[in-house]
């Protein structure tokens, strides 16, 4: 790589399907902190800072000091909504953020109006909206694509990067037509059904070579013919599904628990929340697609093959509950049974009293940021190192995906250190105590 | 190192001051062990597995077939304690085995039988017994070099570890008698009253080539004085008190929360349980050597220095509660109070139903094992790899003790592959991405 | 009544359909107290006591001193069941009690052999066995009596009760056959399939003029039906479903918060569970069952309708989740979101790790033995005193039934005081007072 | 007492010694309430309606319909503070309602200003303040005799009611100076030690025969000499400390598992909070009294000489822990320990995440407006039917206080039926069925 990494000159767009909670708490943050009234607090770009050289240099950067990212005043949101709403409207109704805090970035965000949205209700049955393209698929692509260079030239940008915000879709697997580029051309040429809306938004951005964030735990790019596609056009993908709340946890505890090879008999989690999120996945076949992306986090980093009398009869069961009295305050419990020396057995209890939008909103961005960092490096297809933000990140065919959280981080961080040209870290340092011998 | 490391012929001495519950509890389990009658679950030496090369290769062997360490069938037990029951009767009196079990093993352990204790009734208010040694600290010190000595002789061994899991005495700082061997040995021919009795095992065992292990947050090797010793002699030390409950807990969950720059207003953590340890702590001056080694941990993880706006204002505070109704069955309740996006607030809470002995029996094995193969592969000194294991583990001087027990865990890993001449692994994997790019 | 009630001479047979997790554990626990190794803990009957007259009186008899209950001694227990197991087999295979326990009345539960069981798979999807009647619903009910008639002779028996701690069976509403016995009787002729096995068991009960109790939420005696036949035939109903762990929390909880005015704007329910019961209840149209049973209890105690800005916008949701790795431990987690003064909110977290068939047993003999007593005392149809033990209690027609376990408490209380002709309790006692004004 | 309760005319004083959390959260809310911005949720003056009749009748009207309460509109408050702050600014520094909430009283609240208060440092370490009376403690309590009267003829009062909102004092015991009035009067003309701040306030509250109401746990009233003074004067008094979140939970909840015959074995509670409360009780002396008053409710309720079995070996620990992120937001958690049926252990979690002022809010308005119908239906003396608000309720010589919320509700209740000359109510409701049955 040789630290070839092009500067970031210019504006990025960051257009948006899906103006809900999430983006508009986004939009509105990144306005705030630019006008600095607040701080992008849960953004590792912004506020994180990476270790370089010996522990003993002292060198501890932040990381958008050490690597060329996107500047905020650089920014400029758009995008897509099945409602017609502007991001301030957006906003109050998402009940995310205090009225004075919005009020306070209201013309940035009454400024910033959804362009009509390819949707179709067979993918998210409890939503509706009238704001909508109308066309076959190959039509609503080809519309999607004249949005996005539209709004490139409209606001005199150099890079875009479309970044999935919208619903769970309903839960469906890869078949013939997501095989190669050609079949899925061919299938959009038909019209076929197999083709979601977020499939629409993800082949307009790769095709135009923009790199594409997903969000929800849809299809979308995790398909060998988008895989493909993000190889040839140098668009960067990484996975989908923001890893927030009770899975961030998981990712966090489940190697903890491992390091220590203790077993795990059962892993009960429960969620609640009130949003429109929430209820979307009121919808069995919705929650269908979140429940798969949910439940595969612990194998991979148990890897109950490698280790039967630890994790070889785990019962993981994972619900999501539809509780308005909670709006955006997602709340989760979570059970384990675990056990150690000689099998004796113990409970954890975790309750988190989050905020699903707050969390969301920071790894929205800093995977926007990342992945406009990566196609700067000349990085194609897979950013594998991007796990670190997703509920379900893709890995090379061959590779199982990676989703302890440490694994992630330092897969992260030593790819940033690479891209730049610095020393590798592997927390060895043995040296610090052969220099010490050698000096007594 | 070039993989020079000794082969672990011959017999292993584990001599344990303190025969409580922790002790009993892992003497216990080992014999069952032996027995085929139980698992050695939470021991990583025993059931962990370790990644080799890359993760195309598949290579994950136990970590036990990986590096040479003493064999289950190898290890012989003895101690001292100030109560002269046998191993049986403290087991039972212990109360953390179930009587079944103990009673399957009952021969094994009533053939254990304490040896006198160098005691100090001011190290532990709340404790008293009879069954104690007379003597200077100069005198103390022989007669334990003597027993160590006996002990070897008399079971035919080859190598010794000896491993403190008495109680935490009182809490007192460093002082001049502490920076030098020489110093320290002065003072024990003065029978000086800031030799405490754990120190007077640790330098028994230092003394005669053998590493020293400290299950107990008390001074013992945390000073110049041993340090030096420890690498004079050979001798490994690592830190002290053994990491489970509650701390484990926090140094999982820190780093995770830091790898996401959430901000930490407030962490609240609060203990009930009812076993011998809860009534030595109980007395304020016992606890505030328990506090602060349990304080420390949280600075380190988060670098507040380097993060003012996230983690300058935390207010951390620790508490213990002596609760008979719970006995070893050890509970912590957790509330953290953190912040995200734009600084709006979220709350964690932990109940954790854990079982202290449980917990604390395997990481008292593996720090035995693990300090017997550093002896055999020539290290000496403060063993920082060790650290995984330890509330407050020891580093060189300018060097902060490192609390994230995942980089823990990847520098025992990597040491562990240093050490057989392994690659280092540094999570990076670009070259899985660039080699599918070629094939294409 | 002028306590015209008769004593408890003679033997009393509680014979029960459904000898699982409840009835085995109520059946070994009644033995071991008559054998003097454990005791009664959560049976009002056996260890609770009444306040009689002043307090100044310091009378507190316990309840089995002031009214003439069965004794200990004097309960034959017998039963139908699906599968052919001895009660001690199936206790042994309902993990509740510890196998020693278990072992300690061996003898008596082997000696306990179920008679073949009413049963309709379509009633219990989830269930099967090979251990059951055959014939036309009026040919089961028959054979019932017949059962009954000769278990009363065998053992020498001077009264019978009917104890239902059979599984919930799938929901369905009353229909006309359930009207009247007229209509009833017509229906059982027909082989109606709208009648459920534990109907039958129930109507040979109240035919033969025996209580009936019943353990789950299904339909059985909740119907004019079974009311006329109760009251006819001078044989105590009281309604349904013993009122165990998390409805016992709500109705001891609810009546606190509505005592203080407290709002209440949302109540989450959820449970975990492994056992037989929980399989059971994995089916949704079983849990549609127990799911209506648990969610009526806050309506009567908050009164929404009086109380409109306090309870008239409450969402209250209920979830059962079948979890194998807890067994019979049964586990609720609730989520309450209260509001004070002025609107300003709170949250209440309350996480109950019980013992459901523990909480179960004590609720199954006290309702028996009630029920005993209440037709000694002449008392016929709905006893509304014993609501105190049901989660659907039954009440007059007009009046909704009481779920304030606080009322049904000083009901039932106040009831036994009427019947043995002692003052009623107001806890007015405004004469402490007045007599001291006076003597001052 | 045959009705003759005085009618509410005029305007009713509420004196306030201590304007901080509690207070000012009081006054706020009552202005705000008669400005129609706000309800006074959480007061059973209120909101609450009382039950009177048989059920068949229907009649359940609102508290402050049935008895005569002095109207909201009435309601003028005053008090002292150590502090010069008016209510708006202590009400913005207690940061316990909303500011734009506090903006819309503002007026109202700005013009209540403290008078200088009778303070003594001893009493409250970690207090200080500047806007204090000098004197003796004779003559302190003239100063605010003097007070009172001047308040109540500058604003044209017909009736005044004193409500100590002041923090917890240091613990200390009564002595021979409490015993009775005479005793009391010349230690104050000694300026006795022993006479605390809060009882000169008491002190001229009853003198001038107007109730006196303590939110706090101090000795105050709780003392012959006051019992006595209350009688003479005709002065009601009713115990001590506002019975509010973790205390206000036990309370519930330990009936409800006394009424069940469960044992408990053990208690823990742990609170943590951050506002002024929780800094005065950060001082071990202070926490002493708190302490006392938090531990004595369980005695009463549990009955242990009556029930060894089941409570005679309770272990209960209450702890609160100094934390101010929290602020006012004071939250607990409790584990308890429980037994059933032959002993089997089970748990039970709480956690309450409460708000200490808006719980105990409404209880100091409801104890004053109460106190003042009591003084108007000529009650003088103990007022035990006010117990249901108080962790420290006072009752006759040889009474042991009554804690059981529901017992305290219905003893409240039924005063007021029997103030108002309405049936007390005894829930035996055996009637509903006997004219059933003649129905049939």
New interface residues.
Partial sequence: ?ENKVQPAEGKLGILIPGLGAVAT?LIA?VV?VNKGI???????T????IRLGK??ENR?PKIKDFVPLADFQDIVFGGWDVYSDNVYDAAVHASV?DKS?LDAVRPELEAIVPMTAAFDKAYAKNLSGEHVKTGTRLELAQQVEEDIKNFKEQHGLSRIVVLWCGSTEVYFEESDIHQSVEQFEAALSADDKLISPSMIYAYAALKLGYPFVNGAPNLTVDMPAMVELS?RNQAPIAGKDFKTGQT??KT??A???A?????I??W?S?N?LGNRDGLVLDDPDNFRTKEVSKLSVLDDIL?PE??P??YGDI?H?V?I?Y????GDNK?S?D?I?I??????Q??????????D???A??VALDLALFSDLAKRAGM???Q?WLS?YLKSPQ??????P?HD???Q???LQ??LR?MMGED???????D??QD??ES?
């Fill in positions: 790589m708490t943050g705030a607040s701080q992008p607090i849960g953004s590792l912004q506020m994180g800072n522990r003993t501890y953020l805090l190889k961030l946890m966090i505890l190697p903890g628990l390091a220590r090879s203790l077993g008999k059962g009960f429960t609640i890897q490698l280790n009398e630890l019962y069961k619900r509950n509780y308005p009295p909670h709340e419990w059970n049974d056990f150690g020396w000689l099998g004796y113990m409970q954890i209890k975790i309750n988190f009293l989050c905020r939008s707050i969390l909103a920071p194609s297809g897979i594998e670190f890995s090379a065919p061959g590779l199982r990676e959280i440490f694994k981080l330092m897969k030593n790819t690479h590798l870290i592997t927390h060895l340092g043995l610090y105590y010490l011998v007594l």
